[in-house]
């Protein structure tokens, strides 16, 4: 007996359903092994093939997240923060809750310097997933670079900037990159000295960390410079002082003889306070200048250490050169003006 119609029918849509879903199987392979194919043009800085494969994977099965997600660091690598934009946005469309996407594009954001929609996507990603302390490290990244170039951050953006490379630390004591970039957060405020400690924290994590001795070294400098330019100022303000009371005194000087002079114990007194003020003065001069010489020394030994780590860094020549000069080591100055000159030419 012949099978009827509607059985025929049936059995056609059955056939045409594993057809079709073999057709899919068969494009998602294809689609990853494009996928593998570029990530081997990535892992050999070859990102333009890279992106060629990614886009077949795309074109293969669009549904491809990864594909986009690959695409979009090429493009990134490659400077075309556009285009990288476009694909993490893609993403993070066919897949909201994957915190690569909204990382991606942060980035990318932040690299064309639109740092609000790069804080609202780091914040996502930590919204996503709350340990993620690369995540609030990169905030805290965005929050700083949006400050108005050569102007301080005001008092709540610098708590919000410190909290963010705080909680990163927090979640991973071994976030180096966060201790380097609290440091630079305390080096913006003139806070010299926390700078210090965090930029020796990060040197305890990794000890050939070139870029945080050399930021270390220009810290010592700096709380020596700032040290002396602080001292001009009150010794400015002083002589400023002492000029009015010399004026006002002179204006009195016709009624200085009706004053009534005070008893030769309270002169005593006043006297004994004065040299005790100036012993601690002298004290405080002594002090002073021991932490400026340690301080200058700490810096060379910096700059060394950079050197010895990479002898052709010119910016720790350059430093080293202005802290012999303070010193009074003109001779080795002048070996590292000559090293500049060398590696500038």
């Known amino acids: 007996m012949p099978p009827k119609e509607g059985k025929k029918k049936g059995n056609a849509k059955a056939r045409e359903r594993k057809r079709l879903q073999r057709a899919q199987e068969q494009a998602v392979r ?18 333009s093939k890279a992106i060629t494969a990614f886009t077949s994977a795309i074109e293969i ?46 980035n990318a954001y932040e690299s064309i310097e639109d740092y609000d929609k790069a804080i609202e996507d780091y914040t996502s990603v930590i919204e996503l997933v709350p340990d993620d302390d690369h995540a609030y490290n990169m905030r805290g990244n965005a929050r700083q670079a949006k400050r108005i170039p050569s102007l301080k951050l005001s008092n709540a953006e610098f708590a919000s900037v410190i909290s963010d490379f705080t909680k990163a630390i927090e979640i991973n004591p071994y976030n180096y990159y966060a201790y380097t970039n609290r440091a630079h957060a305390f080096f913006d405020r003139k806070e010299f000295k926390d700078a210090i400690e965090d930029y020796t924290q990060a040197i305890a994590i990794k000890h050939d960390y070139v870029y945080a001795y050399l930021r270390r070294g220009i810290a010592y400098h700096e709380v020596v410079l700032f040290d002396e330019q602080q001292t001009r100022i009150k010794a400015a303000e002083k002589q400023m002082m002492l000029q009015t009371e010399e004026s006002a005194e002179a204006e009195e000087e016709e009624t200085e003889k009706d004053k009534i ?14 040299w005790e003020a100036e012993f601690k003065a002298i004290d405080e001069a002594e002090r002073k200048e021991k932490e400026k010489q340690m301080c200058l020394q700490n810096a060379i030994a910096d700059f060394t250490k950079v050197i010895q780590l990479d ?22 100055a002048e070996e590292d003006r000559k090293k500049v000159a060398q590696l500038q030419k």
Not at 311 to 332: I, W
């Open 30 to 47: 294809e689609s990853k092994a494009q996928v593998e194919t570029g990530m081997n043009f990535m892992d050999k800085s070859n990102y």
């Open 61 to 106: 099965n669009p549904e491809n997240v990864d594909a986009y997600l690959l695409r979009g660091r090429s493009f990134r690598e490659l400077k075309d923060f556009d285009k990288a934009v476009t694909d993490f946005s893609k993403a993070i469309e066919k897949n909201p809750n994957d915190p690569q996407g909204y990382a991606g594009r942060g």
């Open 261 to 274: 002079k005070l008893p030769k114990v309270l002169n005593q007194k006043a006297q004994q306070q004065q």
């Open 311 to 332: 002898e052709n860094d010119v910016q720790a020549y350059h430093h080293r050169m202005g802290v012999y000069l303070l010193v009074g080591e003109e001779e080795k």
